[in-house]
Nanobody, 123 residues
Framework: QVQLVESGGGLVQAGGSLRLSCAAS????????MAWFRQAPGKERDFVSG????????YYADSVKGRFTISRDNANDTLYLQMSSLKPEDTAVYYC????????????????WGQGTQVTVSS
């Protein structure tokens, strides 16, 4: 089992940047594929980005391509999401998730979740 704790959310103006972190503890971080999801009020929890165990394979939702960068530090058991050129529509609670198997676009593919961190982008 792995425990995930997100941090780095906050309030930012449109066009600004934020860096989210997800600290993992418990089992070895490097055995999990990792992802970021987000959920806006009244909406489904959607895939944002995923990264394979080694970091060699990375995927992004079309809505964030070119603006967000996912990365991981297996030595320090941490997942990151660098967000730039933020838009009001990026406002959501952001969750990190761990999968024992692979990167999935569906939330059902993930075994462990963090509690989420709020990102609010003002116009």
């Amino acid at each position: 089992q792995v425990q995930l704790v997100e941090s780095g959310g906050g309030l930012v103006q449109a066009g600004g940047s934020l860096r989210l972190s997800c600290a993992a503890s418990g089992r070895t971080f490097s055995i999990y594929a990792m992802a970021w999801f987000r959920q806006a009020p009244g909406k489904e929890r959607d895939f944002v980005s995923g990264i394979s165990r080694s970091g060699a394979n990375i995927y992004y939702a079309d809505s964030v391509k070119g603006r967000f960068t996912i990365s991981r530090d297996n030595a320090n058991d941490t997942l990151y999401l660098q967000m730039s050129s933020l838009k009001p529509e990026d406002t959501a609670v952001y969750y990190c998730a761990a999968s024992k198997t692979s990167i999935w676009y569906s939330r059902s593919g993930y075994d462990y979740w963090g509690q989420g961190t709020q990102v609010t982008v003002s116009s």
